[in-house]
T-cell receptor
Framework: NAGVTQTPKFQVLKTGQSMTLQCAQDMNHNSMYWYRQDPGMGLRLIYY???????DKGEVPNGYNVSRLNKREFSLRLESAAPSQTSVYFCASSETSGSFYEQFFGPGTRLTVL | DAKTTQPPSMDCAEGRAANLPCNHS???????VYWYRQIHSQGPQYIIH???NNETNEMASLIITEDRKSSTLILPHATLRDTAVYYCIVRAYSGGGADGLTFGKGTHLIIQP
């Protein structure tokens, strides 16, 4: 099992350009998440999808859109990139039943907006 | 979710036990304590969690005080590969829906050879 995979690993954009970050998981998890991590900081939740067909805003959703394409895939789109969106983006997935709250994280996408 | 307080950094000698403290004085009865770690540039990794009893798994032990206002993560025989940022997270059971984790700045644990 690959776990959680993310593409691309690195990306450089110019201000105003758009792009989509892709995430897929092969653990049959119901829930998926997008976080961003700025230098020296903890992760902040952008959007999450508790189950297929639903998405909700997290702590820092402005400037982003998401699509839960199916149970496996959850994409994050930047419509008009800004330098403030320079960050490392992590996708994660988890089961939602019970109290066991283990999230599995992908390797991250390092995005620079010039 | 209750707020947590962790020291920004700690050192530990290789082979010794690393004890990482976390204060969560406003924790409520239905909130669990979770520990994750993030090795340089990688995605965070789950370590352990508990409600009120002490817990142990193959990676670590979690000691929660009787009043649940603080906890300690113990890595019994630290190795250089344990150098990472360790996050203490408090959150309630989400009741069937999942709404993400709240990460603070964590403790940067440095294992010294």
């Amino acid at each position: 099992n690959a776990g959680v995979t993310q593409t691309p690993k690195f990306q450089v954009l110019k201000t105003g350009q758009s792009m989509t970050l892709q995430c897929a998981q092969d653990m049959n998890h119901n829930s998926m998440y997008w976080y961003r991590q700025d230098p020296g900081m903890g992760l902040r939740l952008i959007y999450y999808s508790a189950s297929e067909g639903t998405t909700d805003k997290g702590e820092v959703p402005n400037g982003y859109n998401v699509s839960r394409l199916n149970k496996r895939e959850f994409s994050l789109r930047l419509e008009s990139a800004a330098p403030s969106q320079t960050s490392v983006y992590f996708c994660a997935s988890s089961e939602t039943s019970g109290s066991f709250y283990e999230q599995f994280f992908g390797p991250g996408t390092r995005l620079t907006v010039l | 979710d209750a707020k947590t307080t962790q020291p920004p950094s700690m050192d530990c000698a290789e082979g010794r036990a690393a004890n990482l403290p976390c204060n969560h004085s406003t924790i409520s009865g239905n909130e669990y304590v979770y520990w994750y770690r993030q090795i340089h540039s990688q995605g965070p990794q789950y370590i352990i969690h508990g409600l009120k009893n002490n817990e142990t798994n193959e990676m670590a032990s979690l000691i929660i005080t009787e009043d649940r206002k603080s906890s300690t993560l113990i890595l019994p025989h630290a190795t250089l590969r344990d150098t990472a940022v360790y996050y203490c997270i408090v959150r309630a059971y989400s009741g069937g829906g999942a709404d993400g984790l709240t990460f603070g700045k964590g403790t940067h644990l440095i294992i010294q050879p």
